[in-house]
Structures are given as structure tokens and as C-alpha cells.
């Protein structure tokens, strides 16, 4: 047995043991600095040794536990998959726990998050080393509900009880769906371990009922429409760094298990498996991202922005199931490594956005853009690590989330060459609609920095702002580096996920790192390449140089004028433009099929002196059109099933007596 695997098992034993310290001592002074200062160092420990294997060009070490089903104890495991995994969600781990440090002395009920929070990272850690079924589904409820009681923290709001009611229940149909998925991929022999699933290889029926169990367990909890109705709701409500750890880290532990099962444990994919999963994911990118567009709310503008990224992440995936399925290695490297890379930059730039909606919350109680504004002369560096999320969830050169998009496009013009003419089509339409995701995501964030940091302030809380702690600060500074730096240096990154992609795929990319001046070449140099490094220093040598001659020659004299609005001058902040005004041309283009909006103008009579009003009506379509009617149906049900409770004894005994005579008659007919 390889001595790495109980070292990581030591992992989730600490945050464990934290967990019940936190627990115990969750009210005194000193509670948040001791959970959150061992959280971060636990997290660091793991993420080192993860790192460490997946640098070594590693092997498979495993480790059995005496616990869990009888004569079978509980299984773990550690591959490549296993230990990139373990890296983003310890790396998340130790940042989000810096940012802690800081953030959770301003936490009102901190008894409420400081138990649950540990337990919450060890949870996401077992669910990636397991190696059976059992110990699978238990570290993922276990996670669930972890995170569940996160989301809890302040129940006495309404809002928020909502949102984890809805999250219990969308997390126990997901667990219940990747329950029949094991079993399937268990069998008539019944084994749950990992090991033995991968060589049943079921059948055709069998391998498609498996996928689309997996994409209602496993896009449930990562947020696939129309799966997603949780997520806007579950992920504002917790506290803004637990926000992070969901948005940014859970949602990655659900791509794990998709790829684990469907890339590992399936066995050969089917070409139209790839066309399931290309198609919900680009429907996924196009309308998480739109939801964001006509978002006010900030965090809930980040938790629809990670729809749009895990719709990217699962087109890639598809791409890659579609190319491994046509005897296609190479691009189907180049398509799964485009998605793990996508995986860790969201990582990266959808912490450091979720970490600046806490810094502005804290300075300022509020999360509506509408009541904040002017914002980067109160929290100049919040504001500048906020651009840089933005910019890189925006996929602008030469941040990381461009050099990740930009691998899924390269991958994407690979598609001529597939067999298929329902993949030939498919293919590109698919990559219209991620084109057409990014340039919206652009949009959407020009409105959250515009309107949140830019403009002037339209409410006393804002003037009155100022820079929130160091830790909160430095967490957010090492967020944005990595954003530079995996945008920059991408060939670093790619030829480490090579021992991910070639055990999986059974091909890897071409070594980056020999190519010179550190550019990047996915295919070939004659069909495309890019050098973020080139990229970074042409953009810092113009921008220099425009600066420097603006300030040379440019009027030294200093003109005021008022502020300009859509060519009124009006002083008034309220004159500004607002996050709903902005989204106005787009709701217009994309709100009668998406939203279903209407906009209803009520103009007063000529001399009268009320205001003119315009009324905006917007509906979430998933949600009335899956949800409601499951919803009034249980409700219509229970209400006729709670006149049971008030039957005489007779009619208790005769109802038993009928049941037993159906379920007997069930019995003699079934083959």
C-alpha cells in the first residue's frame, strides 16, 4: 500500500477533528483565526502532496479502511484525474481559508460557519479519492449537506430558507440519480468497487442509461440547465467565501464525478453521447450567461456566470467524447485538456470574483449594484483584483480564462474531420453558441465592474466605504497572479495535465514547454498557435507608451465638466446609468425566448403630474416550466393524501387489506 493515500486520508481526518473543535468552541474570540488558520495549513499540506504526485509522473496508489459496507471496507484511490482534482479543490481550499481569516471577524453568527466549514472541505476531498460506490455517495452526501447547512448560516431570512430547501432537494435527486447509475455500472454481480466497474463494460442501453444518470447527478449539483434552479438561489445565500468554495470548487468535485464515470468507469463512449453533452452544455453556456446579463444582484450575477462556464466545460467534454469515440486521440487531448484547464482557471477567476462581492458587502452592506457605484475611490485594490477577475472570466487575452476558451475553439475546428454528419453540424453550431456566450460575458462584465466600481456613489454606504482587511486583500492578490500567470505561461499547465489525459483519452497534447518563446501550439505551427507572453508584453509596452505620451504632451491644464449621461448633464446620481438599463437592448434581442419578458409603459395624461412608469415582468422558464408543475403536483397530492390521518380504524384495516392483496398479486405476475 503507497503511503500517499493515508497521508491524504490524514487530510480529511484533520478537517474532521477541526470541525468538532469548531463545534465546541465556535463562540469564543479566537475561534475564527484557529479554524480558519488550520484549515489553511491542512489544505496547504494536501495540496502539496497532490501536487507532488501529479508533477511525479504518477502511477495509482490505493488504500482500503476497515469502515463502510461489511467484508468490503471502504476504498480510496489516487491517479492523475484524482490528484488534479485534489490540487484545485485544497488550492481553493488554502486561498479561500486566507480570505477567511480576514472575512469571517465580520461573519454575525460565526458559530453557524465555523463547524460546518471544515467539514464542507472534507467532504470535497473524500468524494475524489474514493474508489467504490459506497464510500463515493457517502463523502457526496456528506458534502451535500456540509454545504447545505453553509448555505443555511442565516436562516432567519426567508430568502435564504427558501434557497436551502430547494438545494436539499435538488441534491437528493442528484444523489438518488448517481445511485442508479452505480448500479448499473454494478451489475447483476453487484460489486461497487471502482476497480471491477471498469472492466463490466455493460451494454449499449446500459452505457446510455448511465449518462444521462450521470448528467442529471452529477449537472444537478454542477449546475447544467435545466438543473440549475438551485444555484442562484443556494450560492448568494452562504457567506461570500463559502460562496466561493461552491461556485469556484464544489461544482469541479461534480465535473470529477461526471469524468470519473464517463471517462473512466463507462468504458468506450458512443458517438452520440457526445452530441448529448455538446448540445446541453452550449444551451447551458448561452442561458447562464444571459441570466447574469439581466442580473442586479452581484452574487447572484457570479453564481449565473458559473452556468456559462460549466456549460463550456461540458461542450469540451463532449467534443472530447465525440473525437475518443471516432478514433480520434489527439483531438480528443486537446478537447479534454481545453476542459480541465477551463476547470482550474473558474477555479481561479471565480473565487477571486466571489471574494470581491465579499470585500464590497463588507464595506459596504449591500450586494445591489443599483445601490453601489464609485466604489474604486473607496476600495482602490478591491477594484483593480476585481478587473482582473473580470477581464479573465471575460476570456480577453492574456489572462487565463482566454488561453482555456481559446484551447476549446482550436478543439472545435477540429470537428471537419469526424465522421458523422449529425457531429459535422452539431459541432459548429455549438461553437456559435460559446462564441456568442463569451462575447455576452464580456458584456455582463462591463456592467458588474461599470456599475459597481465606476460612475458615483448612489447611496450613503458607499460614500462612507473604505478598503476592507489585509488577509481578504492578499487573498485576492494571489487569485489575480494566477490569473496572469496561467494566462501567460498556459504550456506549464498543459503539460502537466498530460498524465490526466493520457490514461483517460489515450493520447496526450504536444510538449508546450519545448516550443520557443514559450508559445503554445495545440495542433501544428502551421494551423495555429499563441504566445501569452507576447501578448502581455506588447499590451504593457503600449499601454506604457500611450500613457507616457498623454502625460508629455498632452494639456497639463485640469478641466472640470459635469458628468455626461446619454447627453444630459444631470448631477444627480440616480441619472446614471443602472445594471438594469444596461441589459435593456440585450433583453430586448434575447428576452422574448429566454425569459419570456414584457415591458409595460404607463405614461401619465398630458398635465397630469405622477411619473411615468415602466414595469419589467421576467420569468425563468426552466423553473415554470419543470418545477412548478412537479411542485403543484405534490402539493395537490399531499393535500389529498392528509385526509388519510383522519380515517375511522375499518377503514385503516381495509386500506392495509387491499395493499396486501395488490402487492401479492404484483408478486405472482412478476416474471
Excluded at 496547504?44 to 479502511?65: D, I, R, W, Y
Aim: glycine share 8%; proline share 5%.
Amino acid at each position: 500500500m503507497n503511503s500517499t493515500v493515508p497521508l491524504l486520508l490524514c487530510g480529511p481526518a484533520a478537517f474532521l477533528a477541526t470541525a468538532i473543535m469548531a463545534a465546541a468552541a465556535s463562540r469564543l474570540a479566537a475561534a475564527t483565526r484557529l479554524v480558519y488558520g488550520a484549515t489553511l495549513v491542512i489544505s496547504a499540506v494536501l495540496l502539496a502532496t497532490a501536487a507532488g504526485h501529479l508533477a511525479g509522473n504518477p502511477g495509482e496508489a490505493s488504500a482500503t479502511l476497515p469502515l463502510g459496507l461489511p467484508w468490503t471496507g471502504a476504498r480510496f484511490r489516487l491517479d492523475g484525474l484524482s490528484a488534479f482534482f485534489l490540487v484545485v479543490v485544497n488550492l481553493g481550499g488554502t486561498i479561500t481559508s486566507l480570505y477567511g481569516l480576514g472575512y469571517g471577524r465580520h461573519e454575525s453568527q460565526p458559530h453557524r460557519v465555523l463547524p460546518f466549514y471544515p467539514a464542507f472541505l472534507a467532504g470535497m476531498n473524500l468524494v475524489v479519492l474514493a474508489n467504490d460506490a459506497f464510500s463515493f455517495l457517502l463523502s457526496w452526501e456528506f458534502m451535500s449537506l456540509a454545504s447545505w447547512a453553509l448555505v443555511m448560516a442565516h436562516h432567519r431570512d426567508e430568502a435564504n430558507r427558501r434557497a436551502g430547501y430547494i438545494y436539499l432537494v435538488m441534491a437528493s435527486f442528484g444523489t438518488m440519480a448517481l445511485l442508479l447509475a452505480f448500479g448499473l455500472l454494478a451489475g447483476p454481480a453487484g460489486t461497487y468497487a471502482f476497480d471491477a466497474m471498469r472492466t463490466a463494460h455493460p451494454g449499449p442501453f446500459a452505457a446510455g442509461a448511465v449518462l444521462v444518470l450521470m448528467l442529471l447527478g452529477a449537472g444537478s449539483k454542477a449546475g447544467l440547465v435545466p438543473l440549475h434552479a438551485w444555484l442562484p438561489l443556494a450560492h448568494p445565500a452562504a457567506p461570500s467565501h463559502v460562496s466561493a468554495l461552491m461556485s469556484g470548487i464544489m461544482t469541479k468535485v461534480a465535473l470529477y464525478g461526471f469524468v470519473r464515470v464517463v471517462f473512466d468507469l463507462l468504458g468506450e463512449p458512443a458517438w452520440w453521447s457526445g452530441v448529448a453533452v455538446l448540445l446541453i452544455g452550449g444551451v447551458t453556456a448561452v442561458l447562464g450567461i444571459l441570466h447574469a446579463l439581466m442580473e442586479k444582484d452581484l452574487k447572484r450575477l457570479l453564481a449565473y456566470s458559473t452556468i456559462e462556464n460549466i456549460g463550456v466545460i461540458f461542450a469540451s467534454l463532449g467534443l472530447a467524447l465525440a473525437f475518443k469515440a471516432n478514433g480520434m486521440p489527439s483531438a480528443a487531448a486537446l478537447a479534454f485538456t481545453a476542459a480541465l484547464f477551463h476547470v482550474l482557471n473558474h477555479s481561479f477567476f471565480k473565487s477571486l470574483l466571489f471574494f470581491g462581492a465579499g470585500a464590497v458587502l463588507t464595506a459596504t452592506g449591500e450586494r445591489d449594484m443599483e445601490k453601489l457605484g464609485g466604489l474604486i475611490h473607496r476600495l482602490p485594490v478591491t477594484s483593480f483584483v476585481f478587473l482582473i477577475g473580470c477581464v479573465s472570466i471575460s476570456a480577453l487575452p492574456p489572462f487565463n480564462g482566454f488561453a482555456s476558451e481559446w484551447l476549446v475553439f482550436q478543439a472545435i475546428l477540429r470537428s471537419p474531420e469526424l465522421p458523422q454528419w449529425g457531429l459535422k453540424v452539431m459541432v459548429p453550431a455549438v461553437g456559435g453558441m460559446l462564441a456568442l456566450s463569451a462575447a455576452l460575458a464580456a458584456a455582463c462584465f462591463v456592467k458588474a465592474f461599470g456599475i459597481t466600481f465606476l460612475g458615483r456613489a448612489r447611496s450613503v454606504a458607499v460614500e462612507r466605504a473604505h478598503e476592507v482587511d489585509r488577509w481578504s486583500l492578499a487573498a485576492m492578490a494571489v487569485l489575480a497572479a494566477f490569473c496572469l500567470l496561467a494566462g501567460i505561461l498556459p504550456g506549464f499547465v498543459i503539460d502537466s495535465l498530460s498524465t490526466v489525459t493520457l490514461p483517460l483519452v489515450g493520447e496526450r497534447m504536444p510538449v508546450q514547454m519545448a516550443q520557443p518563446w514559450l508559445s503554445i501550439v495545440p495542433i501544428a505551427e502551421s494551423r495555429s498557435s499563441y504566445n501569452g507572453l507576447l501578448v502581455f508584453v506588447f499590451i504593457t509596452i503600449s499601454a506604457s507608451l500611450a500613457a507616457f505620451f498623454i502625460h508629455r504632451f498632452a494639456s497639463h491644464a485640469l478641466r472640470r465638466g459635469i458628468a455626461w449621461g446619454c447627453g444630459f448633464t444631470d448631477a444627480v446620481p440616480a441619472a446614471q446609468y443602472t445594471a438594469v438599463s444596461f441589459a435593456q437592448p440585450i433583453r430586448r434581442v434575447f428576452g422574448g425566448f429566454a425569459f419570456r419578458s414584457r415591458e409595460t409603459v404607463k405614461m401619465p395624461a398630458p398635465g397630469a403630474l405622477e411619473p411615468a412608469r415602466l414595469k419589467v415582468e421576467m420569468h425563468d422558464v426552466a423553473w415554470e416550466v419543470f418545477y412548478q408543475p412537479i411542485t403543484g403536483a405534490i402539493g395537490f397530492a399531499t393535500e389529498r393524501l392528509n385526509q388519510l390521518q383522519f380515517l375511522t380504524i375499518r377503514r385503516y384495516l381495509t386500506l392495509v387489506f387491499l395493499y396486501l392483496i395488490i402487492l401479492l398479486l404484483v408478486l405472482a405476475l412478476w416474471p
